[in-house]
């Protein structure tokens, strides 16, 4: 059988309710401040935000990358600029330009 028998004094007894008293004290106040309305907004919006500033920072992250690599494609490792490439591109935007005016003029004409 377990011994019962309790050889604290009163003082020790009352010393030992009292420290309970304030540890529960202690842990239905953090209980209330959880549960509290305005910390579960606070939470959800935390969230919220640090949800948006990983998509927006992945977004820019693959953004500079296809940036460097198109950069990659008309400038050297010295940053020179590869006119073999350049040339050709802007050949073809030029002719795109014109198309685009010619078709403009037939439409108003």
Same mark, same amino acid.
């Given at each position: ?38 910390? #579960? =907004?606070?939470? &959800?919006?935390?969230? +919220? ?6 998509? *927006? $920072?992945?977004a820019y ?24 490439? #350049? =040339?050709?591109? &802007?050949?073809?935007? +030029? ?6 005016? *010619? $078709?403009?003029?037939r439409r108003?004409?």
């Open positions: 059988m377990a011994d019962t028998s309790d050889t604290r004094t009163p003082a020790q007894i009352e010393a030992d309710i009292k420290h309970r008293r304030d540890v529960l004290a202690e842990t239905l106040d953090e209980i209330g401040v959880r549960v509290h309305p305005k910390t #579960i =907004v606070g939470d &959800a919006k935390a969230k +919220v935000v640090s949800n948006v500033d990983r998509t *927006l $920072g992945r992250v693959g953004v500079n990358r296809v940036v460097s690599d198109v950069k990659g494609q008309f400038v050297d490792g010295a940053g020179a600029p590869r006119l073999e490439r #350049i =040339v050709p591109v &802007a050949v073809v935007a +030029v002719g795109l330009v014109g198309l685009l005016a *010619l $078709g403009s003029r108003k004409g």
